[in-house]
């Protein structure tokens, strides 16, 4: 059965961020952007609402929502700016959801639960700066020492890694194995000879934390290895399933925010004796960026959908944040032409949504990653294999 209505409980939730993002943001914004910082607090006025779990079961400290309750916090997230949704997209979706559904029920005590509830903040460490899309290029290595690993390398472009209290960490322990070599762990900040420092100078997403780790050294319990050794890289590609379906549907609320701020500017702004929304050529960027709301937002709630039921839906989720990101950057820059030579200027917000647009097409799978993964799914030369660990369906609250 379809069904296109939101419940009463996620309409009470997406008031309840938009609420917080019109109150606590909105006024902020510009001030945060243009001093570069990330703001700690708002990750406690998150945890305060309730919103740093949504779709993680109560049994493990989260609120017990279903995943589209995730695409609409994000959705309104990005209404305000593209750097919070990031971090809810980093701690939520993939290190949350991947301790979900890949930790042992020490791990998600340990780790998830104070994660879901707010009290401590994750973050993902994959990418180094000889190994972005291709992912089996790292070279971060985890050698066995008795009962611990011994963990060596470098990670860049991690959002919130001066902030996160645990990282999820993608290591060689076995190069000879190609990918099949890589495993994943659990890392806290405190362990003796992890660092990090921020990463100055981005184009976008500037109110956001984003930098470099590195381990000389770390001593990592083997409780902490994530899955079993050599698993890492699906756990990396399961986790982004999950980023992914987080990072479509913010640029949902990028478009949203980029129509809001230019249906405003087509009824004040008056050019040849009308508004300019009365001009054809201003009207078909208005109708395209209401097209590619509809559509991703669709293809967003389609992947939740998916998700609810337990399956497996990579290819779903990879065309969503394909076209939503792209559909988000195209209305930035569209945003950005309505409003004219005020558009390039910081006294209008549609300047920001442009630079932060292009961070989504970048990161978690580039927009050339996802065509390539298309095309391969269209003729048939990539397949999805049923996974050992599988995210959990959701199944509401028994009253
Ligand atoms: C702009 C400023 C901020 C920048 C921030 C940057 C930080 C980040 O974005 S974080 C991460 C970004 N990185 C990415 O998104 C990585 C992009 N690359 C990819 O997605 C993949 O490497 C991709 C699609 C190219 C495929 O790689 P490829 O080497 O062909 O692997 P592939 O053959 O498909 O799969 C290898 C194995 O993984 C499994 N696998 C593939 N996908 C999945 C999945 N979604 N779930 C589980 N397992 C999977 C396969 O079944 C296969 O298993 P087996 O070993 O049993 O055969």
Redesign the pocket.
């Known amino acids: 059965m379809m069904n296109f209505d939101f419940t009463p409980e996620q309409e009470m939730l997406r008031q309840t961020v938009r609420k917080f993002v019109d109150k606590e943001i909105m006024p902020y914004i510009k001030e945060w952007d243009e001093r570069g910082e990330f703001d700690r607090n708002i990750f406690k006025r998150l945890a305060e609402l309730n919103l740093m779990g949504v779709c993680i079961p109560e049994t493990y400290g989260g609120m017990g929502m279903d995943y589209n309750s995730l695409a609409i916090v994000c959705e309104e997230l990005e209404r305000g700016d593209t750097a919070f949704r990031t971090a809810v997209s980093v701690h939520t979706g993939l290190n949350s959801l991947t301790l979900l559904q890949w930790g042992t029920e020490e791990q998600k005590q340990k780790y998830l639960v104070p994660q879901a509830r707010g009290e401590k903040i994750g973050a993902?460490g994959?990418?180094e700066p000889n190994a972005?899309?291709?992912?089996?290029s790292i070279q971060t290595t985890a050698v066995r020492d008795g009962d611990d690993y011994i963990l060596n390398g470098q990670k860049t472009?991690?959002?919130l890694a001066d902030i996160a209290d645990h990282f999820l960490v993608f290591a060689y322990t076995d190069k000879s194995k190609k990918?099949?070599g890589i495993s994943a762990f659990i890392i806290e900040r405190t362990m003796p000879g992890f660092s990090s420092r921020p990463i100055k100078g981005?184009l976008g997403?500037r109110s956001g934390n984003?930098g470099e780790l590195f381990f000389d050294n770390v001593r990592v319990p083997k409780e902490n290895l994530l899955g079993e050794e050599g698993e890492g890289?699906?756990i990396a590609?399961?986790a982004?399933?999950n980023g992914r379906f987080t990072v479509a549907a913010g640029a949902v609320g990028l478009i949203m925010a980029c129509l809001e701020a230019s249906v405003k500017y087509c009824h004040e702004r008056k050019t040849f004796g009308k508004e300019i929304g009365r001009h054809q050529l201003v009207q078909q960027m208005i109708a395209r960026m209401e097209a590619g709301l509809q559509i991703s937002r669709l293809l967003v709630y389609k992947v939740g959908f998916l998700k609810n039921e337990g399956r497996r839906c990579?290819r779903e989720t990879s065309l969503a944040k394909w076209i939503a990101c792209d559909y988000a950057n195209q209305a930035a820059d569209d945003a950005v032409q309505i409003h004219g030579a005020y558009g390039y200027s910081n006294e209008y917000p549609v300047e920001r949504y442009l630079r932060n647009s292009?961070?989504p097409v970048?990161?978690?799978?580039t927009r050339e990653?996802h065509t390539?993964?298309q095309a391969e799914y269209v003729l048939g030369y990539?397949q999805?294999?049923p996974?050992r660990k599988t995210l959990p369906a959701w199944r509401p609250a028994e009253n």
Request: no cysteine; net charge positive; hydrophobic share 45%.
């Open positions: 993902f994959l990418t972005g899309s291709d992912v089996a472009w991690i959002s990918h099949r981005k997403i984003t890289f699906k590609m399961s982004l399933d990579t292009k961070a970048i990161y978690e799978g990653i390539i993964m990539r999805d294999k996974l």
